[in-house]
């Protein structure tokens, strides 16, 4: 157990976080489960669960041990600097309120690890996936429901959480949406056509009433969509059509950014669109190669 200035210091930097940050409350979660195990460990490791004083003396050896109980512990290299990465901005940030020297921590290299770039899907295979989603329901509705959450997922570069979270208040579809995504960021996000269309078919089919406070995509009861039923119809189109394990609902963002790309897209154009506060987060999510890349440069820079 940590002591209790030490769990109301780390309390006042979650606040922190979620205040000034913007961080999402699943970012929130994650911060605060890396930060308690990393205090948690540096307790019983140094024998000393009264007030900051230990915490403040962490040295190399000790960031060596904590490292090395999470990898023995099963702990990959990506979780671990991710957990890093957490603890460095929390010790930062407490080192300048209690006044101590935080390089020890600060220094620590966080472990090599190979990215995993987005698989999107082949054009064809992103058409199919919207054309065959409503196939594996029984009821017209909620293949109409399934095929207009699928659609904007790849139409508009909706995260899952994003389409589910529309309301009534939001149907019929504009134009343009305006979506609050990840750390309470807004972004404007054109509608196209056959959204709008598959967001209607499915209205004029959904038996269950739908109230303007209320989410847009029902369940089969009627209460909210979970996730859950989107990733479960998708599964099992991507069986039907012979897909990879990879046509996720994430998956289908990532295809509308590479598709839009590869059409010529631009890409600054795309990163706000998808919301990103990092464009090198969307040449991630669009597997721009070098070529392309110098392809844009070269279109964009001002010449002399």
Not at 23 to 38: C, H, K, M, P, S
Not at 120 to 146: C, F, H, N, Y
Not at 283 to 290: C, G, K, L, R, S
Request: glycine letters at 8%.
């Amino acid at each position: 157990m940590i002591s209790a200035a030490l769990s109301h210091r780390l309390g006042q930097w979650l606040d922190h976080q979620r205040a000034l940050s913007g961080a999402a409350e699943n970012t929130i979660t994650a911060y605060r489960a890396d930060v308690l195990g990393f205090l948690s460990f540096m307790t019983m490791h140094q024998g000393d669960a009264q007030g900051l004083a230990p915490i403040a003396r962490i040295g190399v050896r000790d960031m060596r041990a904590w490292m090395a109980h999470e990898r023995g512990r099963g702990v990959g290299a990506r979780s671990l600097a991710r957990a890093l990465s957490a603890v460095k901005s929390f010790y930062r940030w407490l080192a300048e309120r209690e006044g101590f020297e935080p390089t020890a921590v600060l220094s620590t290299r966080s472990p090599k690890f190979q990215r995993k770039l987005p698989r999107p899907l082949a054009e064809p295979s992103a058409k199919a996936m919207i054309e065959t989603v409503q196939m594996q329901a029984r009821d017209p509705w909620v293949g109409a429901r399934d095929t207009a959450v699928v659609t904007l997922l790849y139409g508009c570069g909706l995260r899952i959480s994003e389409a589910l979270g529309l309301m009534g208040k939001d149907a019929p579809l504009p134009q343009v949406l305006r979506i609050t995504g990840k750390g309470g960021k807004e972004r404007i996000v054109p509608v196209i056509d056959a959204a709008r269309d598959a967001v209607a078919t499915y209205l004029r089919l959904c038996p269950h009433p739908i109230e303007t406070d209320a989410p847009l995509f029902k369940a089969v009861r009627g209460g909210p969509l979970s996730p859950r039923a989107i990733q479960k119809a998708m599964q099992n189109t991507r069986l039907q059509l012979g897909l990879p394990a990879t046509a996720t609902p994430h998956a289908m963002r990532h295809s509308f950014a590479t598709h839009l790309l590869s059409a010529g897209g631009d890409l600054r154009a795309i990163q706000e669109l998808l919301g990103h506060a990092s464009l090198s987060t969307t040449q991630a999510y669009t597997a721009v190669d070098a070529a392309r890349l110098m392809d844009v440069y070269d279109r964009a820079h001002p010449k002399a």
